[in-house]
């Protein structure tokens, strides 16, 4: 099994930054690609940044291309999601997620692990 534990969420106002981690425990050796994904109230669950976990190759949803950016420790078996030029509809809260293989894939189906979630609100 693999834990995930984000954190790294607050509020902050329109324009500003975060930085959010997650940091992946237990059989880790089993990761492929480990990804953010975000859900509002009301919304579906939906795909932010993923993170080939050998290569290095990224993925990043056209919402948040430019402004977000994923990133990892190797070392520290942590992933990271640099958020900059935050929106009010950037307003979620956001999962880490990890999963076998090496295809940067979208859908939230195909993860097998999920952290808890850290609450990032966007608000002036």
């Known amino acids: 099994q693999v834990q995930l534990v984000e954190s790294g969420g607050g509020v902050v106002q329109p324009g500003g930054s975060l930085r959010l981690s997650c940091v992946a425990s237990?059989?880790?050796?089993?990761?492929?690609?480990a990804g953010w994904f975000r859900q509002a109230p009301g919304n579906e669950r939906e795909f932010v940044a993923a993170m080939n976990w050998r290569s290095g190759d990224t993925s990043h949803a056209d919402s948040v291309k430019g402004r977000f950016t994923i990133s990892r420790d190797n070392a520290k078996n942590t992933v990271y999601l640099r958020m900059d030029s935050l929106k009010p509809e950037d307003t979620a809260v956001y999962y880490c997620?990890?999963?076998?293989?090496?295809?940067?894939?979208?859908?939230?189906?195909?993860?097998?692990?999920w952290g808890q979630g850290t609450q990032v609100t966007v608000s002036s």
């Open positions: 997620a990890a999963r076998p293989g090496t295809l940067l894939q979208r859908s939230r189906d195909v993860y097998n692990y």
């Open positions: 237990g059989r880790t050796v089993v990761i492929g690609v």
